[in-house]
């Protein structure tokens, strides 16, 4: 079986390359703009709108005359960008689509035209790109470093390259094809895993995985950072440093985030059970519970949730959602019954029925880990 796998690594750039990511960054941020107003003028105008191949052939018919400075970057970066544009359209229609029917909530969407200030941004490469042991090479670009030797693997085809800046750090994902051997059916335990805000993670087999200590001492450094930098004069000096503080701040919590969401799947992925269950997460209900949700929750439980699934595959397991609607964390794990006046703060599910008495995330990890069984059960 093939598969596509992303790896993202930092890279270690030299002054030109860097000057080089810049140019190849600004050029892809000016064709999205350009493909962008574009579209908007012809759909104003009542004609048919243009795709992404349409206005790349209209952008190359103009590079000579009014952008030559194009000619300095590779003619991927524009084009993937224009691509990425026809995405972003393909994504808002499907969700206006969706929200027509009810089934979405929220925004839908519509393209925004990227600027400079939200950051340097990011482009794309196809062609031919070789993967050494600490090094990668890029069309126009040519050799850079990385800063992990031996993370990319060279075998593999590799389908593309996204060079991407965040806080002042140069990263490049790279899309491989790899043949992968069909996993084995795992033949472990059947677990639930419940996602919460103040534990990352609690299985039924009382195993927990704890949000790591950084990630709250930064969250207040973040906080003081946010104060600082809206109180310097805007426009000033002191304000873009701030600025840059406070992005490398945020940079820095999402990795310690990412890392612990890492650490925590692969361990439990490599238990190998035979089936995951998951709680299909309710969003609107861990936004309940506001600061500290929004800070750590939202965020890390989708990822948790997609990291999860695809190492369980590649171990062979099963994984399963149950209903938003299920009380996972209101019945009881020995009885089945229901306590509806529990309070989002209660850490402890105590059943005034059997007089059960447990970890609240435990206890819903349990249920969760039940469904299952009650299923196999009625096979
Ligand atoms: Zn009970």
Redesign the pocket.
């Known amino acids: 079986m093939k598969i596509v796998r992303g790896y993202k690594t930092e890279l270690d750039l030299n002054n030109v390359q860097r000057t080089a990511c810049l140019k190849h960054a600004g050029a892809a941020r000016y064709a999205y703009n350009w493909g962008l107003s574009r579209y908007q003028e012809e759909y104003v105008a009542g004609r048919k709108t243009p795709n992404a191949i349409s206005l790349h052939k209209e952008l190359n018919a103009l590079k000579s005359t009014e952008f030559p400075w194009m000619y300095e970057v590779s003619k991927c970066a524009p084009q993937e960008a224009l691509r990425n544009l026809q995405k972003a359209f393909e994504n808002f229609f499907r969700k206006c689509k969706l929200k027509k029917l009810g089934k979405h909530r929220g925004k839908c969407g519509y393209p925004k035209f990227k600027t400079k200030r939200k950051g340097i941004g990011s482009f794309r490469l196809t062609g031919t790109i070789h993967v050494y042991e600490n090094a990668i090479q890029l069309p126009r670009i040519g050799k850079i470093r990385l800063k992990e030797a031996g993370y990319l693997p060279c075998d593999g085809k590799v389908l593309s390259a996204t060079v991407s800046e965040k806080a002042g750090r140069w990263y490049v994902s790279v899309q491989i094809e790899e043949e992968m051997l069909d996993p084995i059916p795992a033949t472990g335990k059947v677990i639930g895993v419940d996602l919460g805000v103040k534990t990352l993670a609690t299985t039924s087999e009382a195993e927990t995985f704890e949000n790591p200590k950084a990630l709250r001492k930064n969250l207040k450094k973040l906080a003081r950072l946010g104060r600082r930098h809206s109180r310097k004069v805007k426009g000033s000096k002191n304000r873009k440093k701030a600025a840059r503080k406070l992005a490398r701040m945020h940079a820095r919590i999402a990795n310690i985030r990412q890392n612990a969401i890492h650490q925590a799947t692969t361990a439990l992925a490599k238990t190998k059970p035979r089936v995951i269950v998951l709680e299909d997460l309710n969003v609107k209900g861990m936004m309940a519970s506001r600061k500290l949700a929004r800070a750590v929750g939202d965020v890390g439980m989708s990822e948790f949730k997609r990291q999860l699934t695809y190492k369980a595959i590649e171990h062979g397991s099963t994984v399963n959602t149950v209903s938003r609607w299920f009380p996972s964390s209101k019945t009881?794990s020995?009885?089945?019954?229901v306590d509806e006046d529990q309070k989002l703060e209660d850490r402890v599910f105590v059943?005034l029925?059997?007089?059960?008495v447990a970890d609240r995330d435990y206890n819903g990890a349990k249920n969760l880990a039940q469904t299952e069984q009650d299923l196999s059960r009625l096979a």
């Open positions: 009881c020995c009885c089945g019954w059943c029925d059997c007089g059960y």
